[in-house]
């Protein structure tokens, strides 16, 4: 198998990995805090720690495939998958912290944190982690995906409806986790659901573009130089 045709596999697969772990885990989360349900908890931790490895992985799959195109873009792109990440990674961190909260496992912890935590502790680790989804799966994602779109744009390597849709998800993304940040939405308010639908249809057509098609000549001329 050439190369160039591996790295499509590796990416597109790498994009897929990264779907199926963020909705898991979302949904792992939100029925562990509902139910107090450490088992959850867990589950949803497991998965993020997949999802951040895979994120690092793919951004270094495509920094191998698309550097000759675009060195600076690539680099940057790959830098920013691996702050996206290491983000994710410190996300987990609060989660951690509820489930020894909520398991009682907290050493020398007084004996009635231990039994009923305080739900004031519980609310501050919870929005803790959406803090941190707000920033490494909201605003990084929609820069890193408009280095990307324009790296895509630039190369050839793939149809150009992928880097167009590319940029818009990034633009209303990266507007939509500001209007958050700033307190003009909520994350769970409807238009920010609409606004993060274009970038996941994104990834979704990239992806299975990359695995079905792979990327166009232009790509394997450039790695040749």
Same mark, same amino acid.
């Given at each position: 198998?050439?190369?160039?045709?591996? #790295?499509?596999?590796?990416?597109?697969?790498?994009?897929?990995?990264?779907?199926? %772990?963020?909705?898991?885990?979302?949904?792992?989360? $939100?029925?562990?805090?509902?139910?107090?349900?450490?088992?959850?908890?867990?589950?949803?931790?497991? #998965?993020? !720690?997949?999802?951040?490895?895979?994120?690092?992985?793919?951004?270094?799959?495509?920094?191998? $495939?698309?550097?000759?195109?675009?060195?600076?873009?690539?680099?940057?792109?790959?830098?920013?998958?691996?702050?996206?990440?290491?983000?994710?990674?410190?996300?987990?961190?609060?989660?951690?912290?509820?489930?020894?909260?909520?398991?009682?496992?907290?050493?020398?912890?007084?004996?009635?944190?231990?039994?009923?935590?305080?739900?004031?502790?519980?609310?501050?680790?919870?929005?803790?982690?959406?803090?941190?989804?707000?920033?490494?799966?909201?605003?990084?994602?929609?820069?890193? %995906?408009?280095? !990307?779109?324009?790296?895509?744009?630039?190369?050839?390597?793939?149809?150009?409806?992928?880097?167009?849709?590319? $940029?818009?998800?990034?633009?209303?993304?990266?507007?939509?986790?500001?209007? &958050?940040?700033?307190?003009?939405?909520? &994350?769970?308010?409807?238009?920010?659901?609409?606004?993060?639908?274009?970038?996941?249809?994104?990834? !979704?057509?990239?992806?299975?573009? #990359?695995?079905?098609?792979?990327?166009?000549?232009?790509?394997?001329?450039?790695? #040749?130089?």
């Amino acid at each position: 198998m050439p190369r160039i045709r591996a #790295l499509a596999l590796w990416a597109g697969s790498l994009y897929l990995v990264t779907h199926v %772990t963020s909705v898991a885990a979302a949904f792992a989360y $939100a029925g562990g805090i509902a139910e107090s349900s450490v088992g959850l908890l867990r589950t949803g931790i497991a #998965l993020e !720690l997949i999802l951040a490895i895979a994120c690092v992985a793919n951004g270094t799959v495509l920094l191998a $495939a698309l550097r000759p195109s675009g060195p600076a873009a690539a680099y940057t792109f790959a830098g920013l998958r691996t702050l996206e990440g290491a983000i994710i990674g410190a996300g987990i961190l609060p989660i951690l912290a509820l489930v020894s909260v909520l398991s009682g496992a907290i050493p020398g912890a007084d004996i009635a944190i231990a039994t009923s935590p305080d739900p004031t502790i519980v609310a501050s680790l919870v929005g803790m982690h959406a803090a941190s989804f707000l920033v490494g799966q909201g605003l990084v994602i929609g820069v890193n %995906t408009l280095v !990307l779109s324009w790296l895509l744009w630039r190369s050839r390597a793939v149809v150009r409806g992928i880097p167009v849709l590319g $940029a818009v998800g990034a633009t209303l993304v990266l507007v939509s986790d500001l209007a &958050q940040l700033f307190g003009f939405m909520d &994350q769970t308010n409807v238009l920010a659901g609409l606004a993060a639908a274009p970038i996941f249809a994104f990834e !979704l057509w990239f992806a299975g573009y #990359l695995l079905f098609v792979g990327f166009r000549p232009s790509v394997e001329r450039a790695q #040749l130089g």
